[in-house]
């Protein structure tokens, strides 16, 4: 392969890298619609859902609800937000478990419980499905 | 938290003999399973809180082989084990198999008790459970905790898991640092702060105790007081720094016969006892750690120097390790290297000295400053993969080339006759983690 042809490919593999990595395809971060929260950066999402803070950024107090683990949409949120594996987010939690440094987020087993909790509580912070989105939620990340 | 203890290991073992034989750790596994089980029937019936149940129970463990190309000494995983792999025994489970149970007692929104028992070969070659962790927690604050009781001593990084396999990406963390201190836990309080500023998550940690004494089958006494540190982290996203500072007094007597030695040479002698023997002598370790995980790919690096006022001598250790995620499998890298800082004492001073304890005095001095500069150097690159191959399980396959340095056994100890310093040894780990 002339070298011309090789730097086209590795443009293009770096393109459609990027992409794939940017765009968060379907899961998205929601709270309640009552919530005075609008949007959430990634290290803030990161740093609520591993536990480095229990507020949101105005100081609010967030409470996470978390898929049931093994669940598509769960592993699809951890990999896309944190780039990591189930296994990985379990050794994560291992970590602070065994250092007496907290607990895992409480899951409930489906996205229908997950909107219930969040409508009906403005400090809950979860995600679903972009399919999942009604009236009663927001999208912040 | 010297460096130091390698060596009395090494002087304990050599006295005991091998007629200690290594005890089956398959046996105390199966012990620790059983309790753990109970536990963890006792844990599920429990009353349950508005939140849930008011105990919750986790376990972890690792099963795991080691070989050694060096059939002349043995590699161990922490200073306080007293054998391992290469001369004890060929392939050894010893090394890192372990298994712990932890109970969580939630008792209101602020104060909660921990309670965690390991089950590891011991200094004294047994495998009964220790008690590594006992202490209340109370939060004044959602970021601000005191702890009281037994706790963890953080010293490095990986500290408070390292007896966790599964929370880390290697078998082991790299015995050039962490061997700098075996002590992971102490009777004392800790408090921990965390403050959050423009998107920085920082965790400022003191602590104060004492690790409980115990003797070494030889006799040697081990001691640690008035053990002191602060810790201070920095986390933003994926990215963390870490600085921390212990101190602690030490006693390690076990180089008796030496120091009596030369107390037995007058007021010259004693001094150099009481400058040299570690009881109740000063120590302290400097760690700096730096670690980025985007998730796919994680790079992480530790410096450590400890230093000490007596024979316990002084080190400088780091590591600098990496690893690439591709599904299942996560390969790693890691360099570590440890070495000693020279040390030397004029000792007694010969001249006028009646002529038949010359050769007395000559011999002393030569194994106080043999005792100076016995410190551990080596340079370990390491490569292996972890496989997450199901659910709160992994599979860990490790190669070790451990460059000894010139004249050193590096960690290694029971070095037997025909053992050569500075040799390049190569170890072969297999391990399986689980958490429950």
């Known amino acids: 392969m002339p070298p011309t042809n090789l730097g086209v490919w590795l443009i293009i593999g770096l393109v459609l890298g990027l992409m794939s990595s940017a765009a968060m395809a379907d899961v998205v971060v929601v709270v309640s619609s009552n919530s005075p929260i609008a949007a959430l950066s990634k290290v803030q999402v990161q740093d609520i859902f591993l536990g480095k ?62 909107m219930k909790r969040i409508s009906a509580n403005p400090a809950a912070i979860g995600y679903i499905d972009r399919a999942m989105i009604n009236a009663s939620v927001k999208v912040v990340y | 938290m010297g ?85 004890s025994r060929s392939w050894s489970a010893s090394v890192d198999s372990l298994i712990g149970g932890q109970v969580l007692a939630t008792l209101g929104s602020q104060l909660s008790a921990v309670v965690q028992v390991i089950t590891q070969q011991n200094y004294d070659d047994t495998y009964t459970p220790h008690l590594e962790w006992a202490n209340l927690k109370y939060l004044l604050t959602e970021d ?84 002191w540190g602060i810790f201070d982290k920095a986390e933003y996203g994926p990215a963390l720094i870490r600085a921390g500072y212990l101190s602690s007094n030490i006693t390690l007597n076990d180089a008796t016969a030496l120091f009596d030695g030369l107390r037995q040479f007058g007021p010259q002698g004693a001094a150099i006892a009481s400058q040299y023997e570690v009881v109740d002598k000063s120590s302290s370790i400097l760690t700096v750690a730096a670690s980025y995980d985007p998730g796919r790919w994680f790079v992480m690096g530790e410096w450590a120097t400890s230093r000490s006022q007596s024979f316990l001598g002084a080190n400088t250790g780091w590591y600098l390790s990496g690893g690439r995620r591709a599904g299942p499998f996560t390969p790693y890298l890691t360099y570590a290297q440890v070495t000693q800082r020279s040390n030397s004492s004029a000792g007694l001073s010969i001249p006028g000295l009646p002529a038949d304890l010359v050769p007395v005095a000559t011999a002393l001095n030569a194994g106080l400053n043999d005792g100076l500069n016995s410190r551990p150097d080596q340079y370990t690159l390491s490569v292996g993969v972890r496989w997450d191959f199901m659910k709160n399980l992994d599979v860990k396959l490790q190669l070790d080339r451990i460059d000894l340095g010139a004249g050193s056994a590096g960690t290694l100890i029971n070095p037997q006759p025909g053992f050569q310093p500075g040799s390049t040894v190569f170890l072969f780990s297999s391990v399986v983690d689980f958490v429950f």
Do not use: C
């Open chain 2, 3 to 87: 460096p130091g203890a390698r060596r009395h290991t090494d002087e304990f073992t050599r006295r005991n003999g091998h007629a200690v034989t290594l005890k089956s750790p398959s046996r105390a596994l199966i012990v620790i399973a059983l309790m753990a089980s109970t536990l963890h029937h006792t844990a599920r019936a429990d009353v349950q809180g508005p939140y849930g149940s008011m105990f919750s129970f986790n376990g972890f463990g690792t099963v795991g082989v080691v070989h050694s190309s060096e059939d002349k000494a043995d590699f161990t995983a922490n200073d306080f084990e007293p054998n391992g792999a290469g001369y």
């Open chain 1, 53 to 114: 803070t229990m507020r949101f950024p105005g100081g609010a107090a967030a409470v996470v609800i978390d898929q049931a683990e093994g669940s598509a949409v769960r592993d699809e949120f951890y990999d896309k937000v944190f780039g990591k594996s189930a296994a990985q987010i379990k050794a994560y939690w291992s970590k602070i478990i065994f250092t007496g440094r907290g607990q895992p987020p409480y899951s409930v087993s489906n996205t229908v419980e997950i």
């Open chain 2, 144 to 227: 601000f905790s005191v702890r009281v009781g037994r706790i963890v001593i953080p010293t490095f990084l990986d500290s408070d898991s390292r007896e966790v396999g599964y929370s880390n990406p290697w078998v082991r963390p790299p015995t050039e640092v962490y061997g700098a201190n075996p002590i992971t836990s102490v009777d004392g309080f800790d408090a921990s702060y965390r403050w959050r500023l423009a998107g920085v998550t920082n965790t400022l940690q003191v602590n104060y105790g004492r690790n409980l004494a115990f003797n070494f089958a030889g006799g040697s006494k081990f001691d640690a007081k008035y053990v």
